[in-house]
């Protein structure tokens, strides 16, 4: 009697495998980022982030054409100001980039899910996600200025918006914010697990967002803490939010299996600047093979449990699984 068991025999062609693969990733998994910088006629590369650009508004258009091309669904854009000060206040500028960006992109491609990220770090002159009080976040006081923020981006005319500074009661200040001015259709994508990590450092120098003093492990979580990532994200969903994000996104996938099982809500990861930058260095470097590399991790992330995917790669994984 033979007693060894199989597994191998649904691998045994590409057709077997075909048939019994349990995770299919997909464009339509995919939110590319976009950073938005003053000015006319920029494209530039960031230099930690090879093949990702500042552009300014007026190059957003054609951009958004050759992503909705690839069957990409979602954008998410981030700014730079033309000015900074210690509320932030151009982050609800309807002149400022975002703003105009979001409008721009909207006109060129209805279809396109637009994503506008609401935090104030980008636009404050300590580079803090809040206003401050004797160096402190205060968190009550930066709700109004969230507020504000998401409401214009809605004006603009995003389809979601997405709170990512970590203060508490965010998303229910947003969401009845949004519903007083007429915005009931508009998303909340909320940054609900959110950690203190090292994977940012790329990001903020694309966004000069590197706080003046001090760093943000006040608001954002501590890397070692899982149980308090599902208070999180329930207090999230209490709230209104409609799609919870975990972020980063590659080592902290125990997290989204965990926030997965816990919640009703489509669940969307950040793969963050620093996963992006390693993987380019190393095939920079021809150690890894970058195609195989990204879209091996990429699964990764959606059998976690994510179904949206907040990824730089995603233009270059999107040509790659459609080629
Ligand atoms: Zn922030």
């Known amino acids: ?5 199989r597994p191998r025999r649904l691998r045994i062609s590409s ?3 075909d048939l019994v693969r349990e995770t299919e990733l997909s464009p339509r998994d995919f939110v590319y980022p976009i950073f938005v910088v003053p000015g006319e006629h920029i494209k530039e590369e960031i230099p930690s982030m090879p093949g990702c650009y500042h552009y300014s508004v007026d190059q957003v258009a054609a951009l958004a054409r050759e992503i909705a091309a690839l069957g990409i669904p979602a954008v998410e854009v981030f700014g730079l100001p033309e000015y900074k000060d210690e509320i932030g206040s151009s982050a609800w500028d309807m002149t400022s980039p975002v703003q105009r960006a979001i409008t721009a992109i909207k006109d060129a491609v209805p279809e396109l899910v ?31 200025h969230l507020v504000k923020t998401a409401i214009s981006q809605a004006r603009a005319g995003a389809d979601i918006v997405a709170p990512s500074d970590m203060m508490d009661g965010r998303v229910a200040a947003i969401r009845a914010g949004l519903d007083a001015e007429g915005f009931v259709n508009t998303s909340i994508m909320s940054y609900a697990v959110k950690y203190a990590s090292g994977y940012y450092g790329p990001f903020r120098d694309a966004v000069d967002s590197t706080p003046s003093f001090g760093d943000r492990r006040q608001y954002q979580m501590d890397p070692a803490n899982a149980r308090e990532a599902l208070k999180e994200a329930a207090l999230d969903v209490q709230e209104g939010a409609d799609i919870i994000m975990v972020k980063p996104a590659l080592v ?51 059998r976690a449990g994510a179904k949206i995917i907040i990824t730089y790669h995603a233009m270059d994984a999107a040509a790659w699984l459609t080629a």
């Not at 009697?1 to 068991?5: D, G, P």
């Open 15 to 17: 057709g077997m495998r």
């Open 114 to 144: 637009v994503v506008g990220d609401v935090c104030l770090c980008q636009y404050t002159s300590h580079g803090h996600c809040g206003e401050l009080h004797d160096h402190y976040v205060d968190n009550d006081a930066t709700l109004p």
């Open 252 to 302: 902290y996938l125990d997290i989204v299996r965990q926030v997965y099982e816990a919640t009703d809500r489509p669940i969307a990861v950040y793969n963050v600047s620093g996963e992006y930058a390693m993987v380019k260095a190393a095939a920079a470097n021809g150690w890894i093979d970058e195609q195989r590399i990204v879209l091996e991790t990429l699964t990764s992330m959606k």
């Open 1 to 5: 009697m033979n007693m060894i068991q």
